[in-house]
């Protein structure tokens, strides 16, 4: 069983310097920070139809290795990212 999860994300406004560190951040905790259990499966810049600036798909092997990698996503992240919805299921 392989579990998929979508989490959309909602970011705080940014100054252009800000939105500059913010992507420099996330390419650094994508090559040097993510599982080699967790794989990211597509980023998505817009999440249109919802409150949402975009989402990102990701698949675990089980719930405690994501839980695992969102704890460290959530704390690297938190100074830019306002609030995530995530979306579970189940790949049979």
Known sequence: MTLGFIILYRLKELTSDQVN???QRWSKFKSEMWP???KLLGE???AYGSDYN???LVEAPTFE???EFYSKFRDYTRWYVQSTKTITGVKE
């Open 54 to 56: 975009g989402f990102f």
């Open 65 to 67: 290795k994501f839980q």
């Open 36 to 38: 080699s259990d967790v």
């Open 21 to 23: 560190m913010a992507r």
């Open 44 to 46: 998505y810049g817009h």
